[in-house]
């Protein structure tokens, strides 16, 4: 084949016309995946053969699809971890924001083709295979690799025509029952585009993590600058509100050109969920927020779900029909840990009282009132109760412990939280207490900001034992740069006993779990109006073995380092500036 030619598009990859077995090391490279020793040995004659072996790569590809730009922008990644398995993803996109939603790709299949390494030089690929990425799906692809070897990493690829992928890094889960001794995972959420950068995904990707949770609020719907931080934005939203699967596309699209996201993806598989903001500002079940028919905003979550399976890690069983999309599912991580990942959005009540802020009344109080619908309570008692792990996780959105905003006696809740549903809360809890299931944690998004909390089977009661303990993570970028506390924080801290600990910068919270302790440090970084900002652990709290409720190991005491900053964004302020967006972009529309 001909002479070798790069160049260099404006996202960092490197797209080269010429010799393929050149252009695969060269694009790796580029990437990072392989560092500069390991690429000079392997640009030497035979460096092909080393790097490919015998794999299917080696083959022709017949009709090879003629790509306007590199395919691979929006990178790779893979999720949904097994003992035997992992499911690996890319899409193809050439053009990723190409306004009919295709990418730049044809209305035909192109067929992909993937490797598994054992090493990050694919010298020893152990699993291969090809896949067709059809248009129905943008040309994504979901390989649910299977025969792997239990907690082990493994290196992927994958190759459309003459282009080979960025190499991605995962890892599986270690064999159902064994005794594991450590487990390190992150949990995210909240990446409002426009309010911040993602340098704290930047940060991640350079930890040592067995897994990532990603809790909710992965993108935005917003119409440009109709959401502003209180610190104002930074970048801008690609076209108005979005409503249709072109526009949802665009969107997930625009969100997974950002490097930095790109890097934590590549390099750790990923447990998603979502919350609101995937579809649309607190909806609830087929309740739109808006002005939207019913029948309107189902069209609209059909198109949300599907651009959201498009773009995401998940398995066959997350494909959606229609408006309906299964997303609660659990992971086992040996004896240590188990994940009930839920989705308290799709089959929720409607918010009682409007959805605000609200005391406490008779509809948030009925006693059949649910967040997770029937089915998913039932599945997650079930799985609660049959569960052999030391720590059984909660991955889930909205703020689970009660957060009082009121002053004094007079209760304010956020009925958009578990606080408005107290049927769902109360049951949940007590059968947590009445099986001594073990060591209960729930780790939660959706607040752009820190808390630690016990939970406790009455939070009015300080008598009231402690049943579990709830992390709650700060947002990557959504409400700006924040800042570390301020007066209204600290009041809610005081009226809530319960509540440990408080901060709202952003960042995400690195999670280390033996069979003694599961340890939560608050990875928190002191702005993201800019690129580039250092990391560092504001604090850590542990739940030890048989103890519930978080206590703090590390960390400046919260009141020592007040300051009064109107930087934070607060509940009310977030509802209301996104009340605000929502009623700007129905306008615009
Ligand atoms: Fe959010």
Redesign the pocket.
């Known amino acids: 084949m001909g002479s070798t030619k790069a160049v260099e598009n404006g996202d960092g990859f490197v797209s080269i016309s010429g010799n393929w077995e050149k252009r695969r090391i060269e694009t790796t490279n580029r990437l990072g995946s392989i560092d500069r020793r390991t690429f000079m040995k392997l640009s030497g004659a035979g460096a092909a053969a080393l790097i490919f072996g015998t794999g299917p790569f080696t083959e022709r590809v017949v009709a090879a699809p003629n790509f306007s730009g590199y395919p691979f922008k929006l990178g790779v990644a893979s999720g949904d971890p097994l003992p035997d398995g992992v499911v690996l993803w890319t899409r193809l996109a050439p053009e990723p924001l190409a306004e009919d939603g295709r990418g730049g790709m044809p209305q035909e299949s192109v067929a992909v083709r993937w490797q598994v390494a054992a090493d990050e030089n694919f010298g020893r690929i152990v699993r291969w295979g090809t896949v067709n990425s059809q248009p129905e799906l943008a040309h994504s692809v979901h390989v649910e690799v299977g025969g792997l070897r239990p907690h082990r990493p493994y290196f992927y690829r994958f190759k459309a025509g003459s282009e080979i992928s960025p190499v991605g890094k995962t890892k599986t889960t270690p064999a159902l029952g064994a005794a594991i001794p450590r487990m390190r995972f992150s949990f995210a959420?909240?990446q409002?585009y426009e309010h911040g950068y993602y340098t704290a995904y930047w940060h991640m990707a350079q930890e040592d993590l067995d897994l990532v949770v990603h809790l909710?609020?992965y993108i935005?719907e917003y119409g440009p600058n109709e959401y502003v931080a209180l610190t104002g934005n930074v970048r801008t939203h690609n076209g108005p509100k979005i409503f249709s699967l072109p526009e949802y596309r665009n969107r997930h699209a625009l969100y997974r050109r950002d490097r930095d996201l790109r890097a934590a993806h590549a390099a750790f598989p990923w447990v998603v969920t979502w919350?609101d903001?995937e579809v649309q500002n607190n909806y609830t079940d087929e309740l739109p927020e808006g002005e939207l028919t019913t029948e309107e905003f189902l069209q609209r979550r059909a198109a949300a779900y599907q651009a959201y399976y498009e773009h995401m890690p998940l398995r066959r069983s997350s494909v959606p029909k229609g408006p309906d999309m299964l997303l609660y599912r659990r992971l086992t991580y040996g004896n240590l840990a188990e994940f009930n990942v839920l989705d308290t959005r799709q089959y929720r009540d409607d918010q009682a009282a409007g959805g605000g802020l609200d005391p406490p009344n008779p509809e948030q109080q009925g006693p059949s009132r649910t967040i997770t619908g029937e089915a998913q309570e039932r599945w997650l008692l079930d799985g609660l109760a049959g569960s052999g792990a030391r720590w059984n996780v909660l991955a889930q959105q909205v703020f689970f412990a009660q957060r009082d905003f009121g002053v004094g006696d007079d209760q304010l809740l956020s009925m958009d939280a578990w606080d408005g549903y107290l049927g769902s809360r109360n049951r949940i809890l007590g059968f947590i207490a009445e099986r001594n299931i073990s060591n209960p944690v729930v780790i939660t998004?959706?607040?752009?900001n820190n808390w630690a909390a016990d939970l406790k089977i009455d939070f009015n009661d300080p008598g009231s034992p402690k049943v579990g303990t709830e992390f709650v993570g700060t947002?990557i970028s959504?409400g700006g740069d924040g800042a570390d506390t301020d007066l209204r924080a600290q009041s809610i801290v005081a009226e809530n006993p319960h509540i440990k600990f408080f901060n709202g910068q952003r960042g995400y919270v690195r999670c280390i779990l033996s069979p003694e302790s599961f340890r939560a440090d608050y990875r928190v970084l002191p702005y993201v109006s800019q690129r580039g900002a250092p990391i560092h652990t504001r604090a850590s709290f542990v739940a030890a073995d048989g103890q519930p409720g978080a206590q703090q190991v590390s960390g400046e005491p919260i009141f020592g380092t007040a300051r009064a900053s109107r930087a934070i964004e607060s509940d009310p302020e977030?509802l209301e500036a996104q009340r605000r967006a929502d009623r700007g972009s129905r306008s615009s529309r």
Do not use: P
């Open positions: 959420s909240c409002m909710g609020d935005y919350d903001h998004g959706d607040v752009h947002s959504s977030r």
